[in-house]
């Protein structure tokens, strides 16, 4: 069995930490058991490997969180890139094309597609091992996991059972009814009361499945093709578009701990310390967090049951039962994320101002870690001053190499190739002035070092 990874999602609900580039799944808010810092995708890859099923899997991601996917797993970790987000339905029928047409599995390969990001228990992951031969066992279109709700919830989808017979009640599955994706709270009660069930999120079925329905939509089953014709593919959920249509559908039991962390109240009871970064929260102040970004202090008086949380993009002051609604408020927020992690580090933008003119100014604090590099690039819509405040590295302008320390101040006009490699961790204060200061002014030639060195710069 293969597994497929899905990470995407823009985190609005976790506004304002998460944002296009780091959505909530790489969010460094909880501890691993040596009390260290690590994000729910972190969380989620070591138990993958507990498991033995790291080697098995793949994630499929959109282009913004490929370098963040690189700095919290490593640069080995297989990832199938959407060519843009459309929903789970296009992301799974791609990763389905590139397991059968990339990697050569088999037609009837069972392929379980699951979340980045649930917060569960190890043995979880005994029960998705479990789904490919309850699959195979009942025939079945497609596999789920249901774990018994603790409320009725308007978040999740819905598995209702089937009565079983005697006979069947010896399964270690569930034959369903029906399935009801995010209804409304009263349905979700009378869901509830004919012993429903909430999806985990988690499909399992054999891939011949989502290729025959991508040749029913007339769309190509090869990946390469599938990725020139993406923007044809509903843009719909999974749920939505296969698993309310199926015919037949089968739920393997999770018993046991299960938690989407998806908003800040359900977060924060996942979080052990009440101030992460700099705060103070005073002794009458009961149930409340403090997560801040910032380099200022936060303090909490007098207050019961909230949320603060800062970062470059913004500050959330929020009661923690009406946190999802974030989501409405700040949906059409626009602007460039304000930090993102990359491959190499970390940025942070410090100011950005557009003149009436239409020229722009973009200052940024870049922290790239020792032994990484930039890649080696030019801009065609802006210049850049880089002042280094902090290590020293290897700068490459032009194909001249030359060595750069705290203190050096470097000029890179319009049109001329540049990279930098950390010898000891380094920050710098980047400006950027131009015309148009945005990613697709980044031409790459080489991201790797030691291709830079030998001179085999492919444009890609």
């Known amino acids: ?16 930490l998460s944002n296009d580039a780091r959505s909530k799944q790489f969010l460094k808010v909880l501890k691993n058991d040596n009390g260290m810092e690590q994000s729910m995708v972190q969380r989620v890859w070591e138990q993958l490997a507990r498991n033995e099923l790291d080697h098995n899997s793949v994630i499929a991601t959109s282009k913004s969180q490929v370098d963040m996917i690189y700095s919290q797993l490593g640069s080995n970790i297989p990832i199938i890139i959407e060519p843009e987000r459309r929903d789970t339905f296009p992301a799974i029928a791609l990763a389905a094309t590139y397991l059968y047409s990339v990697e050569g599995c088999s037609s009837e390969e069972v392929v379980a597609m ?3 990001d649930p917060f569960v228990e190890d043995h979880f992951f005994s029960t998705v091992k479990g789904l490919e031969s309850a699959l195979t066992e009942a025939d079945a279109d497609i596999a789920l996991i249901g774990v018994k709700p603790t409320y009725p919830s308007e978040k999740y989808g819905y598995i209702v059972p089937r009565r079983l017979s005697q006979e069947e009640e010896k399964n270690e599955y569930y034959t369903i009814e029906t399935f009801k994706e995010k209804p409304k709270q009263k349905i979700a009660m009378d869901l509830i009361d004919k012993n429903a069930l909430w999806n985990c999120g988690v499909f399992a079925f054999r891939l011949k499945y989502i290729l025959e329905i991508l040749q029913e939509m007339n769309l190509p089953i090869q990946f390469e093709q599938l990725l020139k014709q993406y923007h044809l593919l509903p843009k719909n959920s999974f749920d939505y578009e296969v698993v309310e249509k199926a015919n037949h559908i089968i739920a393997v039991p999770y018993e046991g701990y299960w938690k989407d962390l998806g908003t800040w109240n359900t977060l924060t009871e996942e979080i052990a310390q009440q101030v ?3 705060g103070y929260i005073s002794k009458e102040v009961n149930n409340s967090h403090i997560i801040n970004e910032l380099d200022i202090p936060i ?40 930090y993102e992690e990359r491959r190499w580090g970390w940025y942070k933008v410090l ?9 722009e100014v973009l200052t940024k604090r870049i922290c790239i870690e020792k032994g990484k590099n930039l890649s080696y690039q030019i801009h065609y819509k802006r210049s850049e001053i880089w002042s280094v405040v902090k ?21 890179i006009p319009l049109g001329m190739k540049h990279s930098v490699r950390a010898t000891s961790t380094m920050e710098i204060i980047e400006v950027q002035t131009g015309s148009e200061l945005i990613e697709e002014d980044t031409f790459r030639y080489e991201l790797k070092w030691e291709k830079i060195l030998s001179g085999m710069m492919i444009p890609y």
């Open 114 to 116: 699951l979340p980045v």
């Open 276 to 278: 992460n970064g700099k």
């Open 391 to 411: 290590g020293e590295g290897v700068l490459v302008l032009n194909d001249q190499l030359r060595p750069i320390r705290a203190g050096d101040v470097v000029n």
């Open 299 to 338: 303090t909490l008086i007098g207050l019961k049951n909230v949320v603060v949380a800062a970062s470059p993009d913004g500050i959330l002051v929020t009661d923690k039962e009406s946190s999802p609604r974030v989501k409405e408020l700040v949906q059409d927020f626009e602007g460039r994320p304000m």
């Open 1 to 16: 069995m293969r597994l497929v990874l899905l990470s995407g999602g823009s985190g609005k609900r976790l506004w304002p």
């Open 351 to 359: 100011e950005h101002t557009k003149f009436p003119e239409g020229n």
